[in-house]
């Protein structure tokens, strides 16, 4: 028996023109149930171009599958059961914002529970027109989680939101996640994301250069220890004779986890007294920051 899970999305060496202008290059991604992708990268990578074409929204050459079924530019019918919110809420600023979710809602229970869910009663038979911007993007994302879609793909959705209100669609991402549905998220609030997301991809420059999970990323190559000693001045000489690179702050010595079993032998070789070494904490935007630098040589 074949238990392992079919990707929701698949892309396939998928490749986004504007004009003669190759905006993504040969992208190749899936996506199983209930992962959360975060698609992540600098501004000008493509993360807004690579949704817009899962949505059969730009020109493009390579494979998307959705559920099996192909997306292309003339044919949306695999993306029925995909909400989306890319770029800006696509709502209609004379309606209300109830009005705006009876365009797309099937069902009025669930229109119901998304509107209490996020905590939009106090102002959802209210005109469009004169919502903040993060009542505007909460009922876009209302708007994208209606129907209970397969896969959902949002563009920024924190931005404009207070910290209530992100803290509130992050836990209704993971209760959509649990059920089955898949995200793929775009954000520059790295810390935020790193909150949800099941895995990573990184783009840069129109290129995937990373894809894996967000657990492997975490504890790639670039966790750091921070180290104190009975002599840091003597444990910093016996580093760099041992050519075991560090950086100094606040009388800790931080070096990489790979140096931990070097430093460990050649201090007590030289008699120096370890008092402390900690993990630093993973700061998501460093590891990206790094990987990056790398890519770029």
């Known amino acids: 028996m074949n238990t392992t899970v079919k990707n929701l999305l698949q892309l396939d060496s998928v ?3 504007v004009g003669h202008t190759e905006i993504v290059k040969k992208a190749t991604f899936g996506i199983k149930p209930g992962e959360i992708i975060g698609l992540i990268g600098p501004n000008g990578a493509g ?6 074409t899962i949505l059969g929204l730009m020109k493009f050459t390579g494979k998307i599958n959705v559920n099996g079924k192909p997306v292309t530019e003339n044919n949306h019918a695999s993306l029925a059961k995909v ?12 309606l209300t914002g109830q ?4 365009l797309y809602a099937h069902s009025k229970d669930d229109m119901t529970r998304i509107v209490n869910r996020l905590q939009m009663n106090s102002y959802i038979n209210s005109k469009a027109k ?13 708007i994208a989680l209606l129907n209970q879609p397969n896969l959902v793909i ?17 836990k209704l991402i993971q209760e959509y996640a649990s059920r089955g549905t898949a995200f793929l998220i775009s954000s520059h609030i790295l810390s935020e994301l790193q909150k949800v997301m099941t895995r990573v991809v990184l783009i840069s420059n129109g290129k995937i250069i990373l894809n894996q999970s967000i657990s492997d990323f975490e504890t790639i190559s670039h966790q750091k220890y921070q180290v104190t000693t009975e002599n840091n001045d003597m444990a910093k000489k016996i580093f760099s004779v041992n050519q075991v690179n560090y950086t100094e702050k606040d ?3 931080t070096i990489a986890q790979e140096n931990i079993f070097k430093i460990q032998d050649e201090l007590f070789k030289n008699n120096i007294h370890l008092l402390e070494m900690t993990p630093v904490e993973v700061n998501l935007e460093q590891i990206v920051i790094d990987i990056l630098d790398k890519e770029r040589g």
């Open 15 to 17: 490749s986004t023109y």
């Open 47 to 52: 993360k807004t171009t690579i949704m817009k």
């Open 83 to 94: 909400g989306a919110l890319i770029e800006h809420p696509a709502i209609y600023p004379f």
């Open 99 to 102: 009005e705006n979710l009876k």
């Open 130 to 142: 004169g919502y903040s911007l993060g009542m505007k993007q909460k009922l876009g994302i209302a």
């Open 154 to 170: 949002l563009d920024e959705p924190m931005n404009g939101l207070d910290i209530e209100s992100t803290i509130g669609v992050r």
């Open 251 to 253: 009388q800790h010595l």
